[in-house]
């Protein structure tokens, strides 16, 4: 416990004997003390601490931007069933994820100007993480959520430390291989989703379907992590600035069914079933706008009644952060009379497709012997446009499969470019034209 061992900002932290104890006391909160040379990964690491203001342990550490944390809640001291009084989280490109990993938490026997024993136990993927010689661990970590696997020790927020002990590779029989995740074997989560590139959203804005991502956008997909999560954050990074992504899936049901689903989100989101809108909500930790568990995300955030029809459902997600991570959980409640769930590969194919379509041969004039009107087809900055005789352009958007369709008037165009023909499909309508 001297200056030789620790790196730190200089007049951050005193080395002075405590109680008796050799001991640095840190001075500043938001400053981090480092154990100097030491680059760790599987182990165990024991200490002593007391807490003034506030106390984070930072391990795997490589930087501001990647590293795991441990969190001491003083404000639970005395509390036995404060459920937060520990907690665990992992940074993503300098996103702290506390918001993202709810369950990783719990009570602790946190003592008042005293010192706190600690023991971290790390093999590999797991931890456990002992306090004051309890014989079960406060914190058990199945996984351990970094990007990285090692890297170094540090300790943040005003407080002393002392008897600082540390031995690589003793890890007490504890397994390195993550632990089980029992939701691998449910079949209800919807665990592949198609999704656009995120865009800004100004904040007082509102996702909605005349400002959705286009059907070329999905070409990029994700696919959930451990407990059914998609992990925006770990694929895309944070944000600053209000962003929103889009995301599809399909769901298959061999006859019309109602189900719920389970949706758990991180900030924002709004809920499209077959192009129609089924939820709006926040769970705004910082406007106070929480969704429970006190603005986490969590499978137990909203519930949704979805009303399938039979055959191929679209489910449609607009997801906005600009707080801490941001990802969603989805789970149906029953999958009674589905099929199939986590069908991406169309919306993607059809995303190729468009981004790559030739618009020339979609060009011309076509004629229905039994209407005055023609429809006389151009193309505007790389968009097909139609021109009813008499009438003003409509834009065009490629849906794929040769076809089109504009969803303000509420009609579709499929060419079949063979028999030199475009149907008109409105309601239960379909016109014919035949290219002139």
């Known amino acids: 416990m001297n200056s030789a061992a620790w790196n730190f900002p200089a007049g951050s932290v005193e080395f002075l004997n405590y109680k008796n104890t050799s ?33 984070t342990i930072y391990f795997h550490r490589k930087d501001d931007n ?70 079960k661990p406060v914190l058990e970590i199945p996984k351990l959520e970094g990007n990285f696997m090692d890297g170094f020790f540090a300790f943040e927020g005003t407080s002393y430390i002392a008897n600082v002990t540390i031995r690589p590779n003793e890890t007490e029989g504890l397994s390195p291989s993550e632990g089980v ?70 769901i298959t049901a061999k006859e019309a069914v109602r189900t719920s689903l ?21 769970n ?21 009644d979805l009303n399938l029809k039979q055959g191929d459902n679209e489910l449609m997600l607009a997801v906005a952060n600009d707080f801490y991570g941001w990802g969603i959980v989805a789970r149906l409640t029953s999958t009674e009379s ?4 986590d069908n991406i590969s169309s919306i993607t194919k059809v995303a190729k497709e468009i981004s790559n379509l030739d618009l020339d041969v979609y060009l011309g004039v076509y004629s229905n012997t039994s209407m005055p009107m023609k429809l006389t087809f151009i193309k505007k900055d790389k968009i097909l446009a139609v021109q009813p005789t008499g009438q003003p352009e409509i834009a065009l958007q490629a849906i794929g499969n040769h076809s089109f369709s504009n969803n303000q008037i509420g009609f579709v165009l499929e060419f079949k470019l063979l028999d030199k023909k475009v149907f008109i499909k409105q309601g239960n309508q379909i016109l014919e034209f035949s290219k002139d």
């Open 284 to 304: 705004l930790y910082a406007q106070n706008m929480r969704k429970y568990p006190n603005g986490r995300m969590s499978i137990e955030n909203a519930r949704i």
């Open 66 to 135: 990647e590293q795991e944390t441990i969190y001491l809640r003083l404000g639970a001291i005395g509390n036995k069933l404060a459920y937060d009084a520990i907690q665990y989280a992992p940074y993503f490109y300098g996103v702290n994820m506390w918001d993202m990993y709810p369950k990783y938490q719990g009570p602790a026997p946190i003592k008042k100007d005293d010192w706190n024993h600690m023991k971290l136990v790390i093999a590999g993927k797991q931890m456990k993480v002992y306090m004051n010689q309890q014989v």
């Open 181 to 250: 995740d029992l939701t691998n074997h449910d079949g209800n989560y919807l665990r592949k989703w198609a999704i656009s590139k995120p865009e800004a959203l100004p904040k007082g804005s509102e996702a909605y379907l005349g400002n959705q991502a286009k059907p070329q956008d999905y070409t990029d997909s994700i696919s959930a992590e451990r407990e059914g999560m998609i992990n925006l954050t770990r694929k895309l990074g944070g944000n600053i600035e209000r962003k929103v992504i889009w995301m599809k899936t399909k």
């Open 23 to 55: 001991a640095l006391k840190i001075l500043k909160s938001g400053n981090n003390v480092t154990i100097k040379d030491l680059k760790f990964s599987s182990g165990t690491m024991e200490f002593d601490l007391e807490p003034i203001q506030g106390a």
């Open 262 to 282: 389970q949706l758990g989100f991180s900030d924002e989101v709004w809920v499209f079933l077959n192009n129609q809108a089924v939820y709006v909500d926040k």
């Open 338 to 341: 589905i099929t199939e769930l």
